[in-house]
């Protein structure tokens, strides 16, 4: 019932752990906008929720166009509560490979994307008294990195669990809460076979839940979830 009608805004939100995550929050009644680059894919998510829910075109690449997106959501609903910063671009590649266009396609999904989302978001959760914002970091930023063959990832990552904390200070004692999900490897149920030490989307989005359900004055700033 503390999701009902809540207005949730998930990067990523076409594919992945993003789909778990858009469906875990509908289920729960909030109110779902699914913002990617892929319209025909957000709109088949969309479709499957349960309660109301808006697709919302954008690029994280783009800084203007993430502006747009949010004030869609913002004149739709009348503000966002919960921002999800899911979207994520990595592939495997040695490290003395990478291109600077590569590093510079990878990270701007999955670093400048969300500061600049979240940096678009704050003032509307500002102009309302709170809000959360949630983002989906990696527990392997934490220990070696698939043998040097995901360091723009890796960088992402760390670059986006710092600048979070950097915005603590000021923005938590207006009401706005900021908390990590550090997952280890996501099985996002796409692939054949799940590995035994892969964490299941599920849980991923069961816990974005939980982190958005708590009460007011209460906040959990990280979490690493893995199986041992």
């Known amino acids: 019932m503390k999701l009902r009608n809540k207005r949730v805004l998930i ?8 789909v778990y ?12 906008a699914l913002l990617a680059r892929s319209e025909s894919k957000m709109h088949n998510v969309s479709s499957s929720l349960p309660h109301e829910s808006l697709v919302c075109p954008a690029d994280l690449s783009k800084p203007a166009t993430l502006k747009k ?3 869609r959501v913002a004149h739709a609903w009348g ?7 899911n979207a994520v671009y990595y592939c495997e590649q040695d490290f003395l490979e990478v291109t600077q266009e590569e590093w ?12 600049f989302l979240t940096q678009a978001v704050i003032p509307h959760m500002l102009a309302q008294g709170g809000g959360d914002v949630i983002s989906i970091g990696a527990a392997v930023v934490q220990k070696p990195v698939a043998k040097g063959h995901l360091t723009e990832y890796a960088a992402s990552k760390g670059g986006l669990t710092g600048f979070v904390r950097a915005l603590r200070d000021a923005y938590e004692p207006k009401g706005i809460r900021f908390s990590l999900v550090n997952p280890g490897w996501i099985y996002k149920g796409e692939e054949t076979e799940r590995h035994a ?11 974005v839940l939980f982190l958005a359900s708590l009460s007011p004055g209460h906040v959990i700033r990280e979490i690493t979830l893995e199986t041992p």
């Open 11 to 18: 990067s990523g939100g076409s594919k992945g752990v993003g």
């Open 21 to 32: 995550i858009a469906k875990a929050f509908s289920s729960a009644g909030a109110k779902v």
């Open 69 to 71: 997106a949010v004030q």
């Open 79 to 85: 503000g966002i509560d919960v921002l999800v910063n």
């Open 104 to 115: 510079d396609e990878r990270v701007s999904v999955s670093l400048r994307g969300p500061y």
């Open 197 to 207: 030490k892969q964490v299941h989307a599920e849980e991923v989005a069961r816990t």
